[in-house]
C-alpha cells in the first residue's frame, strides 16, 4: 500500500513537475522573441514613416537583419564600469528593470486555456511587479555618479508616482465590470458593450503606460538634448542592450494588459483555436500605435507632464469608475 502510494505521490510529482518546466519555457521563448519583433516593428516602422533608409539595408531584403547587426554591436562593445561608481549596483541594475516584465507574462492569458499560471489576482500582481521596474532605473541613476543619470532617474521616479494613479484608477474600471481580477476571468467576462463604456479608461492606460515606460512624448527622463540618455548615460555594451530589450518588453506587457482588459483578450472571428494568434495580433496593432506615437509627436517639458496627470487623466479617471459603478448596477439589475 505504502509503495502504490508512492508511486503516485512520485507520479503526480513528475506531472507537475513537467507541466511547470513547459509553462516555464514557453514564457521565457516569449520573453525573448515577442519584444525584438516589437523592436523590429519600431526600427521597420519609424523607417518607413521618416524615410530612413539606414535600417532597410541590413541583410538585403527589408533590411531583416538589422536587428542581428544591433546585437552583434553591442556584444562587440567593452563593458564599462565608472570609475566612481558603485559596480555592484551599477551591474545589477539592467537586470532589476527587465526580469518585472518576464514575471508578468506569466499571468497575461493569451488563449482560454493558454497562460503561465492563472492567478486569482493576476491583475492585482500584475500591476505590482510592473512598478518594481523603476528600482532598477533608480540603481542606474544612483550608482552611475552622474549628475544627468541622477536626474534621470529622478524624472523617471517622478513620472511613475504621479502616473501609477491613473493607471491603477482605470484599471478598476475594468474590475468593477468584470467581477474579478483574475486576467483570465476578465478576458471571459468581456462584452462587446465594454468598448464604448471603457473608452476613457483605454485611454488613460495607454498614456500612463507609456509615461511609465518613458517613451515618446514622454520620454524626458533620457530627453537626449538634455541629460545626453538619463539613468542609462554610462552604460555600454549588453547592459545597455538589457536596458532596451526593458522598454520593448514593457510595451508587451503593456499591450498584454490592453488586450485582455479592454479588447476582449483571445476573442475574435473563427474557432477558438485561433485565440492566441488574435491575442498576439492585438498586441502587436498596439505596439504599432507605440511606434507610431514615437513618430509622431515631440517631446512634452515636465511640468507639462505632471500637469496634464494631476489636472488631466487622474479627474477624468474618478469619473470614469464613478460611471461604470452607475453602470454595473444598471447591468446587475438585468438592463443589459
Not at 210 to 215: D, F, M, P
Request: aromatic share 12%; with cysteine.
Amino acid at each position: 500500500m505504502n509503495a502504490l502510494h508512492y508511486a503516485a505521490a512520485g507520479g503526480v510529482l513528475h506531472s507537475f513537475g513537467f507541466l511547470l518546466a513547459v509553462k516555464l519555457i514557453g514564457v521565457l521563448l516569449v520573453f525573448l522573441t515577442v519584444p525584438l519583433a516589437v523592436g523590429m516593428l519600431e526600427h521597420k516602422g519609424m523607417a518607413h514613416m521618416q524615410a530612413r533608409l539606414g535600417p532597410m539595408y541590413a541583410g538585403g531584403f527589408h533590411g531583416w537583419a538589422q536587428l542581428v547587426a544591433d546585437g552583434i554591436k553591442f556584444v562587440q562593445k567593452e563593458d564599462v564600469v565608472p570609475d566612481n561608481a558603485d559596480p555592484w549596483v551599477f551591474k545589477l541594475a539592467p537586470a532589476v528593470s527587465l526580469l518585472p516584465a518576464m514575471f508578468v507574462l506569466v499571468v497575461i492569458p493569451v488563449g482560454p486555456h493558454v497562460v503561465g499560471e492563472p492567478l486569482d489576482i493576476g491583475l492585482f500582481y500584475a500591476l505590482a511587479i510592473s512598478s518594481v521596474s523603476v528600482i532598477g532605473m533608480l540603481m542606474a541613476a544612483w550608482s552611475s555618479a552622474n549628475k544627468f543619470s541622477l536626474l534621470g532617474g529622478i524624472r523617471g521616479a517622478a513620472q511613475l508616482i504621479a502616473y501609477e494613479l491613473p493607471l491603477i484608477l482605470s484599471a478598476v474600471s475594468v474590475v468593477i465590470l468584470a467581477g474579478t481580477l483574475s486576467l483570465t476571468g476578465i478576458a471571459h467576462a468581456w462584452r462587446w458593450w465594454w468598448l464604448p463604456a471603457l473608452a476613457p479608461a483605454v485611454f488613460i492606460f495607454f498614456t500612463s503606460s507609456l509615461a511609465e515606460l518613458n517613451r515618446p512624448p514622454f520620454d524626458m527622463p533620457v530627453a537626449d538634448s538634455e541629460i545626453i540618455f538619463g539613468h542609462m548615460t554610462e552604460y555600454t555594451g549588453l547592459r545597455f542592450a538589457l536596458f532596451l530589450l526593458t522598454e520593448y518588453a514593457g510595451i508587451v506587457v503593456a499591450a498584454g494588459l490592453m488586450t485582455v482588459m479592454f479588447f476582449g483578450g483571445w476573442r475574435g472571428p473563427g474557432p477558438t483555436a485561433l485565440g492566441p494568434m488574435w491575442t498576439l495580433a492585438k498586441v502587436f496593432a498596439i505596439a504599432f500605435v507605440v511606434v507610431w506615437l514615437r513618430a509622431t509627436y515631440p517631446r512634452l517639458r515636465e511640468d507639462q507632464l505632471q500637469k496634464f496627470c494631476w489636472k488631466a487623466l487622474i479627474p477624468l479617471a474618478l469619473v470614469q469608475v464613478l460611471a461604470v459603478a452607475a453602470l454595473k448596477v444598471y447591468v446587475m439589475h438585468g438592463n443589459l
